[in-house]
Nanobody
Framework: QVQLVESGGGLVQAGGSLRLSCAASGRTLGSYSMGWFRQAPGKEREFVAAINWPGDSTVVAVSVKGRFTISRDNAKNTVYLQMNSLKPEDTAVYYC?????????????????WGQGTQVTVSS
């Protein structure tokens, strides 16, 4: 069993930056790929970014490409989402997820474990 806890969300002005963290416990993330998803009010959950095991390949959504970067620190069992040039449309609850397979995927249903989410609000 893997427990995921997100942190780093908050309120930021448009153009600002935030770094989200996702700390895993319960077992090491060895061989797990990791992803970030988000859900805005009244909208479906959408893929943001994913990283493979051990972290040499990433994929990001077109909507955040060039602004968001996913990374992982395997020694710390932690995954990060660096968000720059934030826009009001990035406002959402951001969720971290873990997939027991090493290849990164954009498909939410493929992930085995999910965190509780952290709120990100971008003001205009």
């Amino acid at each position: 069993q893997v427990q995921l806890v997100e942190s780093g969300g908050g309120l930021v002005q448009a153009g600002g930056s935030l770094r989200l963290s996702c700390a895993a416990s319960g077992r090491t993330l060895g061989s797990y790929s990791m992803g970030w998803f988000r859900q805005a009010p009244g909208k479906e959950r959408e893929f943001v970014a994913a990283i493979n095991w051990p972290g040499d390949s990433t994929v990001v959504a077109v909507s955040v490409k060039g602004r968001f970067t996913i990374s992982r620190d395997n020694a710390k069992n932690t995954v990060y989402l660096q968000m720059n040039s934030l826009k009001p449309e990035d406002t959402a609850v951001y969720y971290c997820a873990a997939d027991s397979r090493p290849r990164a995927t954009v498909v939410g249903a493929a992930y085995d474990y999910w965190g509780q989410g952290t709120q990100v609000t971008v003001s205009s």
